[in-house]
Every structure is written in structure tokens, then in C-alpha cells.
């Protein structure tokens, strides 16, 4: 009865947590926490803003063309460069920059101190979202393929690897995983291989050599003794 309401007090917690704060990424969770994550966004007032900063680069600013505007105020085929500040772009840029900062928070809110460091690292929310798949692809992935992907890891900068590249790279290793099934296979199914295998493992073959040759020794003992005897009782 006491287990069963720390549990319901621990998920009323959890439900009350989530409404003021983004979910928490924790170690095999990351398919969760994204589908998770993506619906605590849709609770706030800018969410169209806040999706699409995690999808897209924000807005730079920089040398862009302008058309010129006649005497009339229309604008003619004529253009010349202006630089862009925050106070002469359009409205729908500015919001789009004012929201940048939110996604930047909720995601730095809902890791955990493993991965703060390289996320935090990042210059904005989009490659923060990419940061932190990159950094959680695989802990979900079947165990068989695991190490395979850590050796991808370990040789490869992911920043600068495509999927299709990566899912090549695993390929490569289709043959290594399906002997290691194969191997976990025919242990399942039979057992009795598997412990005759351990008793061998326990008693090699050189056991009878030693057999034959301590044999061999008595015997030859034996006899030199039968030989000496005769000797002492002989006349």
C-alpha cells in the first residue's frame, strides 16, 4: 500500500513538473523525451516559433538587396545593398529572432550534466536539436549492433556524417552481426552443446597424456625395482 502511493505521489510530481518545466533527457529515453519535449512546446503561446527554431538556422543578418523605390513609392528593378539590423528588418524576422532564445532554454532545462557542456556548446537551437540526437542515436538500437556503432563513433566525426552515410557504415558490418545471432541462436537452442563446451573448457585434452605418461612412469618404476630386486638375489 505504501509503494503503490509513493508511486501515484511520485507521478502526480511528475505531472505537475511538466507543466512548468520541459521534461528531463535520461539515459535511454531520448524517443520519449523528443515526442515529450515537442508537446510541452505546443503549451506555450509562440510554439509555431519555438518548432521552427529547432528546425531551421536562425535568421542572419548581413549585406542584403533592396529595391529602390521610385518618387511614386514603388519599388523599381533597380536595387542597391543595405546592411540589415534588427531595426530595419521585417516583423516576422524580429519575432523570429526573439523566439530563438526560448527553444535555447527549454533544451538546456531538459538535458542532464553528461551532455550539458557539448550542447550548450552549440551556437543555436537547431544545432543544439542536432547535437543531442547525434550524441542519443544508438542507446535504443538493438543490442547486436551496439559496439558496431560505438567503433562508428569512435572513427568518425558525426557532426559531418550523413545518415545515409552512417547507415552505409553499419551495413558494412550486416555479416559480423548476423554470426553474433547466430551464435546467441544455437546457445538458446541447444543448451546441452553449451555445457558440454564448458566441461571441456574445464578438462582439456592434455588430462589423459598426463594419465598415460604418470601410467607409464609407474610401470617403468615397477620394473626397475623387480630388476634390482633380482639383482640383490642373485648368487
Given amino acids: 500500500m505504501q509503494t503503490q502511493t509513493s508511486n501515484l505521489l511520485h507521478n502526480a510530481i511528475m505531472e505537475a513538473g511538466s507543466k512548468d518545466r520541459p521534461p528531463m533527457l535520461a539515459p535511454g529515453n531520448y524517443i520519449q523525451w523528443k515526442s515529450r519535449i ?12 519555438i518548432h521552427y527554431c529547432l528546425e531551421n538556422p536562425p535568421y542572419e543578418l548581413g549585406w542584403k538587396d533592396k529595391f529602390i523605390i521610385n518618387a511614386e513609392g514603388n519599388p523599381t528593378t533597380a536595387t542597391h545593398q543595405v546592411f540589415e539590423t534588427y531595426q530595419n528588418v521585417e516583423q516576422v524576422i524580429r519575432d523570429q529572432l ?6 535555447v532554454q527549454i533544451i538546456l532545462t531538459g538535458i542532464d550534466n553528461d551532455i550539458y557542456s557539448t550542447v550548450d556548446a552549440c551556437p543555436n537551437a537547431c544545432e543544439m536539436w542536432k547535437a543531442i540526437e547525434r550524441l542519443k542515436q544508438g542507446e535504443s538500437i538493438n543490442p547486436d549492433w551496439q559496439r558496431f556503432v560505438t567503433l562508428v563513433k569512435q572513427s568518425q566525426e558525426l557532426k559531418h556524417v550523413s545518415y ?12 559480423e552481426v548476423n554470426e ?4 546467441k541462436i544455437a546457445r538458446v537452442a541447444n543448451p546441452l552443446a553449451l555445457v558440454a563446451q564448458q566441461q571441456q573448457s574445464h578438462h ?9 605418461q604418470n601410467s607409464s612412469t609407474r610401470t617403468h618404476q615397477s620394473a626397475t625395482r623387480k630388476r634390482e630386486k633380482a639383482v640383490v638375489n642373485s648368487p
Avoid: W
Fill in 38 to 49: 515537442k508537446r510541452y512546446i505546443d503549451t506555450k503561446p509562440n510554439r509555431e516559433l
Fill in 98 to 103: 526573439n523566439a530563438e532564445a526560448k527553444p
Fill in 164 to 175: 545515409h552515410k552512417l547507415y552505409d557504415i553499419l551495413k558494412q558490418h550486416q555479416h
Fill in 180 to 183: 553474433i545471432r547466430a551464435e
Fill in 204 to 212: 582439456p585434452h592434455t588430462h589423459p597424456k598426463h594419465f598415460n
